[in-house]
């Protein structure tokens, strides 16, 4: 966004990002889940269920480091997370332990945006920076706009909003996984993420046109007053 420095794709979906949302689903949503309740109907115990079901997601995150050759921070807390919550099933022997797993990750993300917010330069800034590439044109540009005080501001409150939501998701699902029944808690903490980052993203998206507008009134307003023919006259 050339007034901000901030820029949010829009969120019309083509066939790529599309594509992009299948190996999502797969991995991380239907096939655990589909796995966990064909397991238990075939008579596998519930901690066991929950741990075999989790090698899905860690099999999505070695298919991206096979294809990209690299594990990106997500990944890594993916895997993680997963990691801490199979072990917790296995030496406890408790499935509310092993349905964890995906709060680890969220809750370290959380206090690293948080965290951020202590140095020069907050997280979700740096991910921005990251993604445009630093050493490309819009990084370039990304970086030469880090010196105005709003793209700062604005980079400080977008990180605070995601650090405080995803902390406040951890603990809404530690509170569901101990209310509710494991297969129910199962179905919610692999959407519930989604969801959120969703609303997240479409926090931002309106966060920055507001933004923006901002930025074009101010802009106008000087225009405004030179055009005007007003002080011109009353000199005559």
Do not use: N
């Not at 949010?8 to 992009?20: C, F, I, K, N, P």
């Not at 064909?38 to 096979?66: N, Q």
């Not at 199979?86 to 092993?98: D, N, Q």
């Not at 964890?100 to 990750?105: A, N």
């Amino acid at each position: 966004m050339a007034s901000t420095g901030i820029q949010v794709q829009g969120s019309g979906l083509d066939r790529s990002r599309l594509r992009a949302l299948v190996p999502t689903a797969v991995f991380d949503i239907a096939g655990p889940l589909a796995l966990y309740w064909l397991l238990r109907a075939a008579g596998t115990a519930e901690v066991a269920a929950l741990i075999v079901s989790g090698i899905l997601p860690a099999l999505g995150v070695a298919i991206g480091i096979i294809r990209y050759r690299r594990l990106d921070a997500i990944g890594s807390l993916v895997l993680f997370g997963i990691i801490v919550g199979t072990v917790a099933g296995l030496v406890t022997h408790s499935a509310r332990l092993v349905l964890m797993e995906g709060s680890v990750p969220t809750a370290v993300f959380a206090l690293a945006c948080l965290g951020s917010l202590l140095t020069p330069r907050p997280l979700m800034y740096r991910i921005a920076l990251q993604a445009r590439g630093a050493g490309t044109a819009a990084g370039s540009d990304l970086d030469a706009r880090w010196a105005q005080p709003t793209v700062q501001r604005a980079f400080g409150i977008i990180t605070f909003v995601w650090g405080v939501s995803l902390l406040a998701e951890a603990a809404t699902r530690v509170l569901i996984v101990e209310t509710i029944s494991a297969g129910t808690a199962l179905l919610i903490v692999k959407l519930m993420p989604y969801v959120v980052i969703a609303g997240l993203f479409r926090w931002m998206v309106g966060y920055t046109r507001g933004l923006r507008r901002q930025a074009e009134q101010r802009a106008a307003v000087p225009y405004a007053a030179s055009a005007d023919p007003a002080p011109m006259l009353a000199r005559r």
